[in-house]
């Protein structure tokens, strides 16, 4: 607990923009919610054969997993794409369900003889609703708002991994790097934040279902206070991040979060501009997607992951081959691929050091005797891509006894330590592999292409502000292998913090 208090102390400032952005989120999803499902609701109440339909695809909207959702969106024009509008288009869409279907109901449970005494008073159809129905229905709605607002803030959380802000960041940090205090440095404040917003609007339901109507105008009007007073502290809270010239952005794992940090670093010293740091994206797909849509500028890609998993080329050993071929295919796209930062990050096939003594493991052939009793466990993507897990079985004749677990890349190397898993396939330059005692195999069939890391830009981002090509030519040939590999070590195992251990290293290149 100390720690945690500690570690929110010394990233105050961070804290309170993280829950600033994931605050106005939430209020700005859930306002749109009830701007769209009210109507809806009373038009579906009205209408009982659309009202199943209607709340048929609302449902079917509700089961499909958030981060599914987000991916789905990544390439849709207009409401799709990294940041915070597709994941306002998201939540809007997880809170449409419960306020339609309370709207629907709070309006059918009105005793009939009320609207007739209104219509022998001679009301209108509008006058109805707006003086008498509404108002009787209102606890109901509230009751749907509060549901959708606490579903919008976990909802909220998983935003962070295409680059929308909020506490998720936290979380998603704290799993990459294999920290509970970053973790719960982040899940406290949403668990936090969850319980207050459904305490408030719980409470707000029972004022109105008490004094329904001589006070139903006036907590409407608190409601509306409280949303936009939440609204305008979070927006200025918000406004602390988000505002750099040059957005750069970087993939899911701690060596991503290095180096997108040291990009970020780098431009605002050599190049005196302010950087939006859209850290944390996922896999290569979100950063790809975001680099072509416009949302991130740059960040840092591997040859070997974009002649395969972008371009969908076939491998080649060829370290220069490569980065020609990555680079005039980027070139035809818009972007630019620049030298390369010094270093060769291929995949690192890795067992526990005290079995590869003990058996005198040294390559991945020896590896494949062994493996009709061992169990593996490989990342997302490495099961997927082309050059993963698929090719490197048949190169190898790997045949293990039940299909590998998957698991979050970083989370892996625990488990081979652990004991869980017998073999997976990390990075080359992972701090944990000396951390944790892990030893990397020789890949001696060459079956893995070169991975050499290069930052890929928007060409018109380069030309706009030619300093930025100046700050990030400046850290090719200057990042070796050594370096990112004691940095890596520096945040996963020491467990300091990144921006800190990028300023040290800076601090040495000229």
Same mark, same amino acid.
């Given at each position: 607990m100390r ?6 102390? @010394?990233?105050? *400032?961070?804290?309170?923009s993280?829950?600033?952005q ?11 919610a ?13 209408r009982?054969?659309?009202? &199943? ?6 449902g ?13 969106l990544?390439?849709?024009p ?5 940041g ?6 998201v939540?809007?869409? #997880?809170?449409?369900?419960p ?27 509008r ?5 008498v129905e ?24 998983? $935003? ?9 960041? #936290? ?14 440095a ?10 207050v ?12 279902s ?9 907590v409407?009007v ?8 939440i ?7 918000? @406004?602390r ?18 180096? =997108?940090?040291?990009?970020?670093q780098?431009i605002?010293?050599? @190049? =005196?501009?302010s ?6 994206l996922?896999?290569?797909l979100?950063?790809?997607r975001a ?7 740059? #960040?840092?890609? #591997?040859?070997?992951? $974009? ?12 370290s &220069? ?7 005039a ?19 690192a ?7 590869a003594?003990s058996a005198?493991l ?5 590896? *494949? ?8 466990g490989?990342g ?13 079985a048949?190169?190898? =004749? ?6 590998p ?13 652990a ?8 990075? $080359?330059? *992972? ?17 893995f292409?070169?991975?050499?890391? *290069? ?23 200057r ?32």
């Amino acid at each position: 607990m100390r720690s945690l208090i500690a570690f929110w102390i @010394a990233h105050r *400032a961070e804290l309170a923009s993280l829950l600033g952005q994931h605050v106005l989120l939430v209020a700005g999803s859930t306002l749109a919610a009830v701007a769209i499902g009210v109507p809806l609701g009373v038009f579906s109440a009205r209408r009982p054969r659309l009202a &199943s339909p209607l709340m048929a695809v609302a449902g079917i909207v509700q089961t499909i997993p958030s981060l599914a959702m987000f991916g789905f969106l990544l390439p849709v024009p207009l409401v799709g794409g990294v940041g915070a509008r597709a994941a306002l288009v998201v939540l809007i869409l #997880y809170g449409l369900l419960p306020i339609v279907r309370t709207t629907i109901a709070g309006l059918r449970g009105i005793e009939p003889s009320i609207r007739e005494a209104g219509v022998a008073m001679g009301m209108t159809p509008r006058e109805l609703l707006r003086q008498v129905e509404l108002p009787l229905a209102l606890p109901s709605i509230v009751a749907g708002v509060r549901v959708a607002a606490v579903v919008g803030v976990g909802s909220t959380t998983i $935003a962070a991994a295409i680059g929308a802000g909020g506490l998720g960041e #936290y979380i998603y940090r704290g799993l990459s790097m294999v920290d509970t205090t970053v973790i719960l440095a982040g899940a406290v404040p949403a668990a936090g934040l969850a319980l207050v917003v459904d305490a408030t609007l719980l409470w707000l339901e029972k004022q109105m279902s008490a004094r329904r109507r001589s006070r139903s105008k006036r907590v409407a009007v608190t409601l509306a206070a409280i949303v936009a007073a939440i609204v305008t502290v979070s927006s200025v809270a918000a @406004a602390r991040r988000g505002s750099g010239a040059i957005v750069i952005g970087s993939k899911n794992f701690t060596e991503q979060l290095v180096l =997108g940090e040291l990009l970020a670093q780098a431009i605002e010293r050599d @190049a =005196g501009l302010s950087v939006d740091r859209r850290l944390n994206l996922g896999g290569t797909l979100i950063c790809e997607r975001a680099l072509i849509s416009g949302d991130i500028d740059a #960040y840092v890609e #591997y040859t070997g992951t $974009a002649l395969t998993a972008v371009f969908h080329q076939p491998v080649t050993s060829d370290s &220069s081959a490569v980065f020609d071929s990555v680079r005039a295919l980027y070139a035809k796209s818009g972007r630019t691929l620049l030298a390369p930062l010094g270093f060769n990050n291929t995949f690192a096939i890795l067992v526990r050091g005290r079995d590869a003594r003990s058996a005198g493991l040294r390559t991945i052939d020896d590896a *494949a005797r062994e493996s009709s009793h061992w169990r593996a466990g490989f990342g997302y993507e490495f099961v997927e891509r082309p050059d993963g897990y698929r090719g490197l079985a048949s190169a190898y =004749g790997l045949r293990f006894p039940d299909p590998p677990r998957v698991m979050d890349l970083t989370l892996s190397y625990r488990a081979l330590a652990a004991g869980q898993v017998d073999l997976i396939a990390g990075d $080359a330059t *992972a701090g944990l592999i000396k951390g944790l005692d892990l030893v990397q195999l020789d890949d001696n069939r060459r079956y893995f292409p070169p991975y050499d890391a *290069a930052v890929v830009a928007r060409s018109g981002t380069l030309l706009r502000y030619p300093l930025v090509r100046s700050a990030l030519e400046r850290l090719s040939g200057r990042v070796s292998a050594s370096d990112m590999r004691a940095m890596n070590y520096a945040a996963d195992v020491e467990h300091r913090d990144i921006p800190l251990i990028v300023r040290e290293f800076l601090a040495h290149v000229p």
